[in-house]
């Protein structure tokens, strides 16, 4: 019997501020965020080792980004792996603010870090 592939499926959580990507019915991966004015503000993203080096990343922010757009809300790359994202795909520079020393500021409160 052959094992029929299932596509990954990106849905926002908004109770727990994150993207998530489900594979196979399970959690694979998340980007997390926090809201501020406007902004979506992008600090961690994370696919589990089990599911790593496949594109998920990339499907998950992409599909985030749009989603953010369709929102109305603007991005902020904090997390590296959206800013890296960011450089090498087009289509979000119009809604993509800087990251400045006060939001980094404003998201360490957030976060209690
Ligand atoms: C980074 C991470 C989310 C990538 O997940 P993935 O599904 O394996 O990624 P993809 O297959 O879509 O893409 C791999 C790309 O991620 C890049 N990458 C890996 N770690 C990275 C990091 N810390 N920051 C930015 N980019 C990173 C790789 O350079 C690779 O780029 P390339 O496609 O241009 O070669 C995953 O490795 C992970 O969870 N790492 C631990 C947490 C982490 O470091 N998160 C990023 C900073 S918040």
């Not at 029929?4 to 594979?23: F, G, K, M």
């Not at 406007?38 to 080792?49: K, L, N, P, S, Y």
Request: some cysteine; glycine content about 10%.
């Amino acid at each position: 019997m052959t094992q029929q592939a299932t596509a990954p499926l990106v849905r926002n959580v908004d109770a727990e501020h994150c993207y998530e990507i489900v594979v196979g019915g399970e959690r694979a991966g998340l980007t997390a965020y926090r809201d501020r004015d406007g902004q979506r503000v992008f600090f961690h993203t994370e696919i589990d080792d089990a599911h790593a080096g496949q594109g998920l990343a990339g499907i998950l922010v992409q599909e985030a980004l749009t989603h953010v757009r369709a929102s109305g809300l603007r991005i902020v790359p904090v997390c590296p792996y959206v800013a890296k994202f960011l450089k090498e795909h087009d289509g979000f520079a119009d809604i993509t603010d800087p990251v400045t020393p006060e939001v980094l500021q404003w998201l360490g409160g957030v976060l209690g870090r």
